[in-house]
């Protein structure tokens, strides 16, 4: 059974870090896996989406990777902003299944302080 | 106005109402999902349509019902809700085919059931 595991629950930097939010997930064997970002009351907003057959995708300040060997993903924040401030999740696809069910984290809540 | 719409943004109802939540997408997609969220749990998925079709019912009590009238329209009917019920419910969207399927969220409805 696939189980996706954010690390750590919770992280406040100072403004201007670069900084890596952790996902790992059980089982190698996935379609894709996407990152999100979340503000307090707010739905989500998709950040990154990775396939399976690639290694990293970047959008401005964002990178993420996949190693699905090692079953992890990592979302890099270059030059941290208050703005970055929200709970950023990630989610695994299994398969290419017609129901699109997504397999969550429960987040790393995130606060860059001025 | 662009994105996906969610009505209302709060809701308190009793465990004798019967009420509704509405989402409306301007995506142009057609895959429609109703999620929930709660305080330290990962999102659930509820339900999915694909080309107006429900072709994920994950489990959900019969008190939850779902209506999918068009591509662009997703409702869920509440009946008799259980306090238990009370969180976040999102509704997303996503094109059905291919392998760009990134999930769009509205900004949900916050249901308290009391």
């Known amino acids: 059974k696939q189980e996706v595991t954010q690390i750590p629950a919770a992280l406040s930097v100072p403004e201007g870090e670069n900084l890596v939010l952790n996902c790992s997930f059980t089982?190698?064997?996935?379609?894709?896996l996407q990152w999100f970002r979340q503000d307090p009351g707010k739905g989500l907003t998709s950040l990154l989406l990775?396939?399976?057959s690639q290694r990293e995708q970047t959008s401005g300040r964002l990178n993420a990777s996949l190693d699905k060997s090692s079953g992890r993903s990592t979302l890099y924040i270059a030059a941290s902003q208050p703005g970055d401030s929200a709970t950023y999740l990630c989610?695994?696809?299994?398969?290419?299944?017609?129901?699109?069910?997504?397999?969550w984290g429960l987040g790393t809540s995130l606060a860059v302080n001025p | 106005e662009t994105g996906v719409t969610q009505t209302p943004r709060h809701l308190v109802m009793g465990m004798t109402n019967k009420k509704s939540l509405k989402c409306e997408q301007h995506?142009?997609?057609?895959?429609m999902y109703w999620y929930k969220q709660s305080a330290k749990k990962p999102l659930e998925l509820m339900f999915v349509?694909?080309?107006?079709?429900?072709?994920e019912n994950n489990s959900v009590p019969s008190r939850f019902s779902p209506e999918c009238p068009n591509s662009s329209h997703l409702f869920l009917h509440l009946h008799t809700l259980q306090p238990e019920d009370s969180a976040l419910y999102l509704c997303?969207?996503?094109?059905?085919?291919?392998?760009?399927?990134?999930?769009?969220f509205g900004s949900g409805t916050q249901l308290s059931v009391l």
């Open positions: 995506l142009g997609h057609n895959a």
């Open positions: 089982d190698s064997a996935i379609y894709n």
């Open positions: 349509y694909s080309l107006e079709e429900r072709v």
């Open positions: 997303a969207s996503s094109h059905q085919a291919g392998t760009s399927e990134k999930l769009f």
């Open positions: 989610a695994v696809r299994p398969d290419a299944g017609n129901n699109r069910k997504l397999i």
């Open positions: 990775i396939q399976s």
